[in-house]
């Protein structure tokens, strides 16, 4: 009662109303999740809803809400427990998955006032803040990295959206994916140079085991037992079974742990595949190396899984014989040893996560440097965010200015106001007119979408018509078959946006609303299309095509069922007023590599 109480002299009695009634989504409850719940809590806001993964013992010395005992438990569930120690009196719901699940509706992100992003990769970002657009929620978006970082406001048709300005994609990537679900080479890489290599041979802090008790007994348990399996490793270096426990430890037993994590494999198409160190030792299953790209430089070969396996125990002995007697060593690309090493292990990791390997050569010029994650700038973008959220309780999203943290500016400040951008009338996410539809997804057929809405209502011609998810290309004159299939069986679900293109009337988008039991499709908004510039009518399509060669995903132009390729988890920059300013999607550790 006493925060309230002060919460109403400091915002006004009007404004804390606005704050106390209003229902709002915290997506990611990482290093600038972590401020943000806080400050949510502190500030007025009694209807919070909170969304990330597990906790990884990395997150601890900046993600303060976590504690060593909550290792490999949800974030969200375990930031509302802390969270609540601020004020009681909050309600807070959490949820352990991922927010582009179909359990996350169109509906459901309407149901908030306001969404606050703290995201760390590209296309979880994208698809918030094309939900946010056509839920017509205001978004506040984040993001930090090292001692930058930014936040600003996105509304519909008042602002400009995340995609407006063209997104660049330096090779950054989040610590987590690194250690838990790479799917990247470079994810590999980075971990086996800045993970295993300082685990074993440089100044790695180990982990201690805590006093158990009952609710977490479980998890105590499997931190106890891998930190003696760690002690284990490293004092039988130097023996003959040091590469066989490192490589049962990091190839089999870690992996065989992340598989029992069954909700962080249920949404993903492939699970890791632990490697066997006896079966690869034996010398019948040898095969000899690939030379169908030789080059006539060994580097640039590519080396088969037995190669992998053979050097990864000749560098491990090199470089044993080099740490005995408390030598602590750090990586360096021109060591023959640590690259020898590095490259064995990366490419053993992408053999397990069904990655493509790369040569030596390719890792040694891959390899990069850690920028760490500053906790004061998390700190302070996320009493940012929280400001400009009062700013659109008070009506004033397209007035409010974005805010840059920068250390090297023109001016004697650290905070760089911008005002704030219209909408770019060529953005392919929010420059085209949207309608909503109500539709019963489980009965609807493509066809009544096209017959009711695209020809009846809006008046365009079966075979000047494409119509497409994402980039996927569901109807055209050369998939006419498609229209009889429903739409469950084209993988559409609620939420679900229908680009519909005609060269003579422009593209509208559908934006499908879940209602079941309906007989009828419904427009609840005025179907009216827009022509806009060609090269930009499937700007959409190429952004998604361009990520998954980035990613690694398949690139699908046309399907009938297909779901559409994911995109990668990469960074994005704005170029500010003044200086270009490189504002990395990142709230974790961000690992850049040059």
Known sequence: MNRDIQNVRTLGSSLFDKVNASRVLLVGAGGIGCELLKNLVMSGFK??????????????????????????????????????????SVNIVSHQANIMDSEYSLSWFSSFDVVFNALDNLEARRYVNQMCLVARVPLIET????YLGQAYVIEKDKTECFDCQPKETPKSYPVCTIRSTPSQPIHCIVWAKSYLFNQLFGNAEEEEPQESDEENKEE???????????????????????????FEKVFTTDINRLLSMEDMWKNRDRKPVPLDYY?????????????DNDTGLEDQKMWNLHKCFDMFKDSLERLSKRAMGGNILSFDKDDDDAMDFVTATANLRAHIFNIPQKSRFQVKSMAG???????????????????????????????????????????????????????????????????????????TKLADIVNTLVVKKIGMDLEDVSIMDKSRLLYDMDLEE????????????????????????????????????????????????????????????????????????????KSKTTTAPSTSAQSSKHAGAADDVVIVPEDDDLIMVN
């Not at 427990?81 to 004020?87: G, K, Q």
């Not at 993001?143 to 090292?146: I, L, V």
């Not at 079966?279 to 690939?290: I, Q, R, T, W, Y």
């Not at 700007?539 to 690139?555: M, T, Y």
């Open 482 to 557: 498609n229209l009889e299939l429903p739409l469950t069986q084209l993988q559409i679900r609620d939420g679900t946006i229908l680009r519909v293109v005609s060269d003579d009337h422009g593209q509208i988008d559908l934006v499908l609303q879940q209602k079941p039991g309906i007989t009828v499709v419904e427009a609840i908004d005025p179907l009216v299309p827009k022509k806009i510039k060609k090269e930009n009518q499937m700007k959409r399509a190429l952004d998604e095509e361009d990520n998954n060669q980035n990613g690694g995903g398949n690139d699908v132009k």
């Open 220 to 246: 105590l348990a499997a931190l106890a037992q891998e930190t003696k399996a760690l002690n284990e490793i490293k004092a039988s270096m130097g023996t003959d079974s040091y590469p066989r426990k490192v």
């Open 47 to 88: 209807n919070i809803e909170i969304d990330l993964d597990t906790i990884d013992i990395s997150n601890l010395n900046r993600q303060f809400l976590f504690q060593r005992q909550h290792v490999k438990k949800a974030k969200a569930h375990v930031a509302k427990e802390s969270a609540l120690r601020f004020n009681p």
């Open 369 to 443: 440097n850690i920028i760490p994650a500053i906790a004061t700038t998390n700190a302070i973008i996320a009493g940012i965010a929280v400001m400009k959220s009062f700013a659109v309780f008070r009506g004033e999203s397209n007035t409010t200015k974005r805010i840059y943290l920068r250390t090297v500016t023109r001016q004697p400040k650290l905070l760089y106001p911008e005002n704030p951008s219209s909408p770019n009338p060529l953005c392919g996410v929010c420059s085209a007119p949207s309608a909503r539809v109500n539709v019963d997804i489980d009965t």
């Open 143 to 146: 993001g930090t990295t090292g």
């Open 279 to 291: 079966k690869l030792s034996s010398a019948d299953n040898k095969e000899e190396d690939k030379d």
